[in-house]
C-alpha cells in the first residue's frame, strides 16, 4: 500500500516561484517512480516531471524544462517539486503519484497507480 499526501500550493504571481512537497509511505520492496502531475479545468490531467526512486534519475515535460526541478530527501520519503519562473498557464492543481517500475520514468498518467489528493496552484 501506498500512501502519499502533497502539500505547499498556493497563489502566486507571474515570475515567481513556489515548492511543492509530496510524502509518501512506500513499501521498500519495491523500486517506485514518483510523478507530479497537474489538472487544470476542463483540460486532462497531464504529467509534469518523474523521479524515480533508486537513483533519482529525472524525466520532464516540455513546458516545465528549466523552469522546475524534482527532487527527493535522502530517506526517500519525500519528494519535491519545485517550481521557478511560474506562469499563468501553470495553473492548476498538482498531483503526486507513484506506481513500481523502472526508469526511465513515464510522463503517462495511465501507468501511476497511487495518487495524492492533490493541492492547487495559482498563478496570477
Known amino acids: 500500500q501506498v500512501q502519499l499526501v502533497e502539500s505547499g500550493g498556493g497563489t502566486v504571481q507571474a515570475g515567481g516561484s513556489l515548492k511543492l512537497s509530496c510524502a509518501g509511505e512506500?513499501?521498500?520492496?519495491?523500486?517506485?517512480?514518483v510523478g507530479w502531475f497537474r489538472q487544470a479545468p476542463g483540460k486532462e490531467r497531464e504529467g509534469v516531471t518523474t523521479i524515480f526512486y533508486g537513483d533519482s534519475s529525472t524525466t520532464y515535460a516540455d513546458a516545465v524544462k528549466g523552469r522546475f526541478t524534482i527532487s527527493q530527501d535522502n530517506n526517500m520519503n519525500t519528494v519535491y517539486l519545485e517550481m521557478n519562473n511560474l506562469k499563468p498557464e501553470d495553473t492548476a492543481k498538482y498531483y503526486c503519484?507513484?506506481?513500481?517500475?523502472?526508469?526511465?520514468?513515464?510522463?503517462?498518467?495511465?501507468?501511476?497507480?497511487?495518487w495524492g489528493q492533490g493541492t492547487q496552484v495559482t498563478v496570477s
Open positions: 512506500i513499501s521498500s520492496d519495491i523500486k517506485y517512480c
Open positions: 503519484a507513484a506506481y513500481g517500475g523502472w526508469r526511465p520514468c513515464y510522463l503517462d498518467r495511465s501507468e501511476y497507480k497511487y
